[in-house]
Nanobody
Framework: QLQLVESGGGVVQAGGSLRLSCAGS????????MGWFRQPPGKERECVAC????????AYVNSVKGRFTISRDNAKNTMYLQMNSLKPEDAAVYYC???????????????WGQGTQVTVSS
């Protein structure tokens, strides 16, 4: 089993920044592709960004391109999501996930964190 724990969520004003972290333990972190998902109240969970096992390949949903950056440090078993220029529509519970390959669909990931709340005030 791979355990994932997110941190770094909180309340921020529109235009502000947050950095989310996802710490992995229990299995070889570097063996997995990773993704950040978010789920606003009453909406579907969507993939915000994903990254391959080495960090050499990343992908983003159009709505966050140029504002969010996904990265990972396999030596620290940690993945990050730097979120800049936050908008009210970015507010959601953010989840990190791990799976065998880079996927945009949630069913492609085997392990999930518990989520961290991001609130953006206008």
């Amino acid at each position: 089993q791979l355990q994932l724990v997110e941190s770094g969520g909180g309340v921020v004003q529109a235009g502000g920044s947050l950095r989310l972290s996802c710490a992995g333990s229990g299995r070889t972190f570097s063996g997995y592709a990773m993704g950040w998902f978010r789920q606003p109240p009453g909406k579907e969970r969507e993939c915000v960004a994903c990254i391959n096992w080495s960090g050499s390949s990343t992908a983003y949903v159009n709505s966050v391109k140029g504002r969010f950056t996904i990265s990972r440090d396999n030596a620290k078993n940690t993945m990050y999501l730097q979120m800049n220029s936050l908008k009210p529509e970015d507010a959601a519970v953010y989840y990190c996930a791990a799976g065998p390959s880079v996927e945009v669909a949630a069913f492609g990931y085997d392990y999930w964190g518990q989520g961290t709340q991001v609130t953006v005030s206008s």
